[in-house]
């Protein structure tokens, strides 16, 4: 890819009258400013995976040549270029699977996905419990904020919130 796009800002004066090429030669530092571009314009190109190489290359000097907009080879440009053609590269999912069968109500193969889901979501609710730890940073909080004197509930009995709430609406009441 790099050659190419080397090549490609090379000839630009000649697939589109642009001097781009020459500019950036004819600075003090055009070499490194050559490279930058070049890496910025594959990184670019890097991100659509699902483009064959060749295929960027060809969409590439496309633009290049047909797109009346172009002004100068960048990594924005050839976004735009990359971009426009992606979805003629992406492959297409089959609706459904060729040997699906829809389960019956009530059936052994229902039973035993609902007994899975019903798992499933029981984990997923254990997992968003509030934990112990979590718990305690949260008194810790509130004693620096209220001071030391405030009591920690039982864990078993109400949940730590609403025991802090208890015992300041009680010292607001003395």
Do not use: C
Request: proline share 6%; hydrophobic share 35%; no cysteine.
């Amino acid at each position: 890819m790099r050659e190419f796009l080397y090549n490609t800002l090379r000839d630009l004066d000649k697939l589109a009258g642009l001097k781009q090429f020459q500019k950036l030669t004819e600075m003090e530092d055009g070499n490194i400013q050559i490279r930058d571009l070049l890496d910025k314009i594959i990184f670019i190109a890097d991100q659509f995976k699902n483009i064959p190489e060749q295929a960027k290359q060809d969409i590439i000097y496309a633009g290049v040549v047909t797109d009346p907009n172009f002004i100068g080879l960048n990594a924005k440009v050839v976004w735009k270029w990359l971009n426009a053609e992606a979805h003629k590269y992406v492959k297409k999912v089959e609706e459904e699977p060729k040997d699906w069968k829809p389960v019956e109500r009530g059936s052994p193969e229902y039973l035993e996905h609902l007994a899975n889901w019903e798992k499933s979501l029981g984990q997923l609710v254990e997992n968003f419990k509030p934990n112990d730890l979590k718990e305690q940073r949260i008194a810790d909080k509130r004693a620096r904020f209220f001071g030391d004197n405030i009591p920690l509930p039982p864990p078993e009995k109400k949940a730590l919130s609403e025991h802090v709430n208890d015992v300041i609406e009680k010292s607001k009441s003395k």
